[in-house]
Every structure is written in structure tokens, then in C-alpha cells.
């Protein structure tokens, strides 16, 4: 009795003193897998783990086709000039300034293709730029240089700074994470639909989940939104994408997307305000109860 008091006395003191040092790191949330951040000698994009994402990647895909065979076109056209329209091989040229045929056709191809490229990116606009109903509403704020989070429903605020390489193991972190893990994660429930607000507080920044398709400037004085529905649990890094100082590089940024218990959980360990929870986490804390 009395050891399992001392035991459970010297557990609080070693939480307290690991709270004190570090902000808001979490040790309770769940071992989840890296699943969002580059790999060494990649060049093609992120794999998707959201609609908007694969969207993305598909877009990317069908441009791909199209630019490679008029890009060989086009190449095929220079070198036909070079060998034979040169002054030796071709020492008259033809005077002619106009062909109204082939002005036609290089008005008309271009702009067909360009209505078969619009015909794909318009949809995937409109889904990325008309918010959902948003199941969480985060607001993020970007600042020289590090980002701040703001649950707005919930009144769960923190910020989320950058790990120097020796802190990395202290938060379950791998050596190769150096420039994307952060001390704090922003922590979303899988297959929910998340809504950001995000702004600045000093000069412009830019919020980016590569594995979520999504990005978007934060720009002091203003409110832009992005939304986003991640599929599977685990772990998603992205990095401030507009030049923003000196800093710019040192400033990532750190997703963990968790079950709808766990988020309940976390929400709860941040000392939130329930008051305001919509009916699907009042179903996931009854659950828990
Ligand atoms: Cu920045």
C-alpha cells in the first residue's frame, strides 16, 4: 500500500517535471505510424491520404501525358528547323508571312486542350475551395517562427515549435524527422471533416500537409479556410511553404490523426471545454463512459 502510494506519488513528480519542460508534449496518445513526409530520393509527390490528395495526384498524372508529347513535339519541330531550314541546307527561304490554315489550327489545339485540362481542374477546385460542414474547426496562425493553434470551440491553445535533433528521441521521434517534427502535434480524428482557419500574426506564412493536398497562405489580417478528411490514423509532417525569414526552414509542421476516442481523450488531457462539443463526440465520450 504505502510503496504503490510512493510509486504513484514519484510517477506524478517525473509527469510534472516532463510537462514543465516540455509545453504540451503528449505521451499518451497512441504509437502511430509516419505516414506524410518525404522519403530520400523521391521526386514524385507525396502518397494521398485524402481525396482532395489523390485529386492532386491524379491532376498531376493527366498533365504529365499531355506535356510530354508537346514538349516532343515541339522539340522535333526545332530540330527539323536547325537541320534543314540552316543558310547551307537551305539558302533561299521562302518569303511567305502567312498560312491562315495552320494559323487556325495553332489557335484551335491549344485552346481544346486547354478546355480538356480545365474540364479536370475546376472540379477539383471547387471541391478543395467549398468548406464542408466542419465536424473540428482549428484556427492556425502563423508566426516568425513557429505556428499557433487555437481548438476554437474548445478553448485548447498551443504552439508548435520545431525539435532540435536531441530532443527528437525524447518525443518518439526518429533521427531522419530532423526539420519536420515539432513538440507539439495538432491532433484531428480520422475520416472526419476538418476545418482550418488560418492567418498570421507578423508577415506571411503558409500552412501545407503534402499527404493532405492541402496549402494555403496565412496572411496577417486575414482569415483564409482549407478543409481537409484524412483516412488513416498515423502521423503527417508538412513545412512552411511562403519565404517568411530568416527562420523560414524551421518552422514545420506536425499532424497526428487518431480515432475519434482517442482526439475525445487528447481534447480532454488539454483541459478543453466540452460545453460546446457537437452530438458526434458527446456519442464517442458516452461511449467512453
Ligand atoms: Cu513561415
Excluded at 162 to 180: P, Q, S
Amino acid at each position: 500500500m504505502q510503496l504503490s502510494k510512493a510509486l504513484s506519488t514519484s510517477a506524478a513528480a517525473l509527469i510534472g517535471t516532463t510537462t514543465a519542460m516540455k509545453a504540451t508534449a503528449d505521451e499518451f496518445l497512441p504509437q502511430l505510424p509516419v505516414l506524410g513526409a518525404p522519403v530520400p530520393d523521391g521526386t514524385a509527390l507525396q502518397t494521398p491520404y485524402t481525396a482532395l490528395a489523390r485529386e492532386v495526384v491524379f491532376l498531376d498524372n493527366l498533365l504529365l501525358w499531355i506535356i510530354v508529347p508537346i514538349t516532343l513535339f515541339v522539340t522535333g519541330l526545332l530540330i527539323w528547323v536547325i537541320v534543314f531550314h540552316n543558310r547551307r541546307a537551305n539558302p533561299e527561304p521562302a518569303r511567305f508571312t502567312h498560312n491562315t490554315p495552320l494559323e487556325v489550327a495553332w489557335t484551335v489545339v491549344p485552346s481544346l486542350i486547354l478546355l480538356f485540362i480545365a474540364l479536370f481542374t475546376f472540379p477539383a477546385l471547387r471541391h478543395q475551395q467549398i468548406m464542408p460542414e466542419s465536424d473540428v474547426t482549428i484556427k492556425v496562425t502563423g508566426l516568425q517562427w513557429y505556428w499557433d493553434y487555437e481548438y476554437v470551440d474548445h478553448g485548447v491553445q498551443f504552439s508548435q515549435f520545431m525539435l532540435e535533433r536531441d530532443e527528437l528521441a525524447d518525443f518518439g521521434y526518429t533521427d531522419d524527422l530532423y526539420l519536420l517534427a515539432t513538440d507539439t502535434a495538432m491532433v484531428v480524428p480520422v475520416n472526419r471533416d476538418i476545418v482550418l482557419q488560418v492567418t498570421a500574426g507578423d508577415v506571411i506564412h503558409s500552412w501545407t500537409i503534402p499527404a493532405f493536398g492541402v496549402k494555403q497562405d496565412g496572411v496577417p489580417g486575414r482569415l483564409a479556410e482549407l478543409w481537409f478528411n484524412a483516412e488513416e490514423e498515423g502521423i503527417y509532417f508538412g513545412q512552411c511553404s511562403e519565404l517568411c525569414g530568416i527562420n523560414h526552414a524551421y518552422m514545420p509542421i506536425t499532424v497526428k490523426v487518431v480515432s475519434d476516442a482517442e482526439y475525445v481523450a487528447w481534447l480532454e488531457r488539454q483541459g478543453a471545454d466540452l460545453a460546446a462539443a457537437p452530438d458526434w463526440m458527446r456519442e464517442v465520450q458516452l461511449a467512453a463512459n
